[in-house]
């Protein structure tokens, strides 16, 4: 039911004292989001001069990033990482956080979160560098197997770069995936189980036909909450990849920065944006049916 | 539910694997040995003793602790303003608004570093600490407005109309009814945004211009091999740092419910 | 319960305390209040009946100042509260939840309301004592506010709002979160409580046995309109309608054909009990329009007679079809000869005497001035 707020029943009307309330925040984020954002889409329609940006609209920028082969295999590099990171992840995920739900009593539940989610407020930095430490020629996990007598010299993990980056993105990222798939298993209301069972189902088939759907949507919140992040991650393709595999946000930094082409590195931007917003729809419509039943 | 142990031993490998490359940190910076490897090499202190004689590591700090410091306080109160605004009220474009200042938390973080830079350039304003406190409140704010907006949210309603019923006004009514009750909140949100401050890259390394803070000066220092157990023991510092803070803000986010008799769900979410 | 109070006054010397003149509330298009008029006397205990929704607490709430209202007046002590904001009116309210602050002391809670009290810090102590003492929780002082029982918090919140002297007391359903022990015993509480303090109790619940036990008069509300106001009796002898009738209480129905009408009398043929002479004052309340008249009788006006003894009133005979026993009284449901539907009607036990099987056939009584007539 609604009713006035009381700060407006003395001052005025409640419209325009929430929006009052509001505002300090709300103004920040445009000045300092909604309008450099737009900056940078006004940007990748103007051209690059040699010492600034000449007003010169067009959409060239954006033919060159599309047709250029180097472009479009890192474009292809970065979403097929953050495709791989994210099954990975995910995957991984999911027994995680139906074990803490299920198989967990609720007054432990807080310190199994607690303990998953501390990593992921370290430095994300110094996680990916123990990862080039780990995996690298010569590394913790080379000479601790030759020190161990399984291997007989130095060796580096990291050959495959692209199998390192999703190994030690899908450690980072791993939380993200545990926390949306736990609220919504939470979420199920356990009588529908034990109706199940009650009915004549296994196990294995009240999960399949009743948790897992009803936990779709804390897994789509889990796949984007991942895939969004990671196709725009710079320190792990620059640390692991050791500059020679990069991706998108490791482009942009080259364009906008080293070689000062701002209008070309905003195109890289915003289609990269594009991009992501369109994969991310995609995958929203192919599992629309499961996002009108969970409450 | 039977309780197989499968479940239970894929969990605590699962630990396992995550904090394994933590876990290398201490291993490592107390390492007597420049190089990173297996076997180790015997206990030494030398690189804690390195890293404390390293001035510009404590002209990083410095500058840091400045950054976190300003950017907790001002995302927090950002956060107070629009938790308070979104629980109590209605009113037009609310929708819009709270996507608007939680959308930092969905877009890549390079995406926003080069989006303020770009438009800082483009103004002419001179790349500094105050640039990076602009882009982490930026970044933060999220994060103080879902924890605030849970404080508040957990208010019962009807303390704020026995307050005024009792003859306060909303500014009385504020401190002295709800502050102290959305304090356990308002602290767990300092402390989060301080560590997420504290270890940002990405703001911190794009928008600094000449100024490094501590995340960036780790990244210089990672190019030279000899300077890596050195760095490997500060991020052993920052690590139980961020780990003790997070502590401290769980403890009070504990406190917080317990006081108000709410239930418990787990987190910040 | 078994405490009889005296419930006469004199309704003379009482001025009006609460005045509503023709308030109506809208929410967007929810008609919440439509045209509420009534006056509250001062010293009165009233209460606000109805089912949920029925905007009795939206009501109340204009009283303390929490709701505005659309159009009308809201009056307290001859004072139109049109532009009083809720933190200036001369009401307190004892909240549902109770709000107790939790983070302050059970002293610091009641003593909230004195932060702008002029008397001193130990002036203020002893009013704070004497409040406690006055709801039975004496030395409570320095306990925390979140260690307390439901029954304990309540009395919080009743002194909390008592210290504070204010002219009109409202309740906002205080009794629904009690247990039945507890809330019988508040309710006896409460009555004390109103008695010596002496001010207006306005009460909000949706329990119809707690309305009559404590009350002065009802106000009885559906969608947002008053049925009926009256003291509890002439609510439960003569409902003015068969909704109200039906709220309070239970009550039976019988089809009737009216007669004839001349002047004072209504001679109606009921079914069941035959040709009835009613006074007008019984023949004032509205039925259902599709039903057609109807009397209404309590079960407490139905007896049956055992063996031997003779009624005063008129009698008829029927057959048991369901007997309920509950202790101290039974309910049975009798149907009357020439009638379809069985009647309620409940009789104490006493001692010795037996209880009826079903489908005996006994003699009732009935008595013509319990009778309603609804048309």
Known sequence: MGKDGLLSRIRGSEAASGLALISPTAIYAVLLLAGPLTAVLLYSVLTDGPNRVEWDFSFANYVEVWSSPIYRSIMLRSLTVSFAVTVVTVLVAYPIAYFVSFHVSPSRKSIWLFLITIPFWTSYLIRVFLWKVILGYNGVFSSGLEFAGITSGPMSFMTDATSAMIVTLAHAYAPFAILPIFVALEKIDRSFLEAGQDLGETRLTTFFRVTLPLSMSGVIAAVLIVFIPTIGDYVTPDLIGGGKFPMIANMIEVQMLKLDNKALGSALAVSAMIIVAVVSLIFLALNRRFLGAAK | MKQGPGLRIYAIVYLVFLYAPILLLPMFAFNNSRVIAFPLSGFSTQWFVAMWEDEQLFRALRNSMIISSSTAIFATTLGIFAARATTRYRFPAKGGLIALIMLPLVLPEMIVAMSLLVVLLWIGIPLSIWTIILGHILLCTPFAVAILSSAFQSLDKSLEEAAYDLGEGPISTFRLIILPLVMPGIISSLLICFTISLDEFIVAYFLGGTDTPLSAYIYGQFRFPARVPAMLALGTILVMVSILLLSIAEYFRRRGLARTGAKDTGGFL | ?375
Not at chain 3, 246 to 265: H, K, Q, W, Y
Not at chain 3, 277 to 296: R, Y
Request: aromatic share 8%; net charge neutral.
């Open chain 3, 1 to 375: 319960m078994n405490v009889t109070l005296d419930k006469t006054r004199s309704d003379l010397a009482r001025s009006d305390m609460i005045e509503f003149q023709d308030v109506h509330k809208y929410y967007g298009d929810y008609h919440a209040l439509r045209g509420i008029t009534a006056t509250i006397k001062e010293g009165e205990f009233f209460s606000l009946l109805g089912p949920s929704g029925c905007g009795k607490t939206t009501l109340l709430r204009t009283i303390a100042g929490f709701e505005g209202i659309s159009s009308g007046a809201v009056m307290i002590d001859g004072k139109n509260m049109a532009r009083v904001p809720a933190n200036a009116r001369p009401t307190n309210m004892v909240f549902q939840s109770y709000a107790i602050f939790p983070h302050l002391s059970v002293e610091q809670n009641v003593g909230f309301g004195l932060r702008r009290d002029p008397r001193t810090s130990a002036q203020k102590t002893a009013a704070v004592a004497e409040a406690l003492e006055m709801v039975g929780l004496k030395g409570f002082g320095g306990r925390a506010a979140h260690a307390l029982s439901g029954g304990q918090r309540q009395r919080v919140a009743l002194a909390r709002a008592l210290i504070l002297k204010p002219k009109v007391l409202l309740l906002d359903e205080p009794l629904s979160a009690l247990d039945k022990k507890m809330r019988e015993q508040m309710q006896i509480e409460l009555i004390r409580l109103q008695r010596q303090v002496g001010i207006t109790f306005i009460l909000v619940t949706h329990d119809q046995e707690e309305a009559l036990v404590m009350s002065d008069r009802i106000a009885v509300m559906f969608e947002g309109e008053i049925a009926q106001l009256a003291d509890p009796e002439t609510l439960y002898r003569r409902p003015n309608s068969r909704k109200v009738a039906d709220f309070i209480g239970t009550m039976n129905f019988l089809p009737a054909r009216i007669l004839s009408e001349t002047g004072d009398v209504v001679e109606v043929e009921a079914q069941g009990f035959g040709a009835v002479t009613l006074t007008a004052e019984q023949c004032t309340a509205s039925g259902n329009d599709s039903a057609g008249a109807m009397v209404g009788f309590r079960p407490e006006t139905l007896t049956i007679l055992f063996d031997g003894q003779t009624g005063t009133d008129r009698e008829t005979m029927g057959v048991v079809t369901e007997v309920v026993y509950y202790g101290d009284m039974t309910y049975y449901d009798v149907r009357l000869d020439g009638t379809d539907m069985p009647m309620r009607l409940s009789m104490r036990n006493v001692f010795g005497r037996p209880v009826l099987d079903l489908g005996m056939r006994t003699r009732v009584a009935w008595a013509p001035g319990a009778l309603v007539l609804f048309r």
